[in-house]
């Protein structure tokens, strides 16, 4: 793999990769651990995101329980991937696409509410979330 890949598992792959863990806290030693091995970036989807590069681990503020919808994983990807696309830093990529897909359920909110949000919504909102970065 390529330095400084950023990987975005869910809860089972992560576990695949890095084994089982009983704490937070162990969790996210191995993942600084594999972070470090691999040298790679990884997205530890949850609430709240984290992002972690090596031993540097930024912690997401924005999002909500809407994210938790079938797709949203695979959209996160896509937009870390068009930052990338458009010469982010692999780690600036990955934090960025972050607080934006969080912010995406927080514009969403008042319109879709939690039970109907959807993946799609992610993408409809995505220019809101831009835009709100200017403000």
């Given at each position: 793999?390529?330095?400084?890949?950023?990987?975005?598992?869910?809860?089972?792959?992560?576990?695949?990769?890095?084994?089982t863990w009983?704490?937070?806290?162990?969790?996210?030693?191995?993942?600084?651990?594999?972070?470090?091995?691999?040298?790679?970036?990884?997205?530890?989807?949850?609430?709240?995101?984290?992002?972690?590069?090596?031993?540097?681990?930024?912690?997401?503020?924005?999002?909500?329980?809407?994210?938790?919808?079938?797709?949203?994983?695979?959209?996160?990807?896509?937009?870390?991937?068009?930052?990338?696309?458009?010469?982010?830093?692999?780690?600036?990529?990955?934090?960025?696409?972050?607080?934006?897909?969080?912010?995406?359920?927080?514009?969403?909110?008042?319109?879709?509410?939690?039970?109907?949000?959807?993946?799609?919504?992610?993408?409809?909102?995505?220019?809101?979330?831009?835009?709100?970065?200017?403000?």
């Open positions: 793999m390529p330095s400084k890949t950023i990987i975005t598992p869910h809860k089972k792959e992560l576990e695949r990769l890095i084994g009983h704490s937070e806290a162990e969790k996210l030693d191995k993942v600084v651990q594999f972070s470090l091995e691999y040298d790679l970036v990884v997205v530890v989807k949850g609430a709240p995101t984290l992002v972690i590069y090596h031993s540097e681990i930024y912690q997401n503020t924005t999002g909500n329980q809407a994210l938790a919808t079938a797709g949203s994983g695979d959209v996160l990807s896509g937009i870390i991937t068009s930052l990338l696309a458009q010469n982010y830093e692999p780690i600036n990529a990955a934090i960025l696409g972050v607080y934006l897909h969080g912010l995406t359920a927080a514009i969403a909110l008042p319109e879709t509410g939690f039970q109907s949000f959807i993946a799609s919504d992610i993408i409809d909102y995505l220019g809101k979330a831009f835009l709100s970065l200017e403000d």
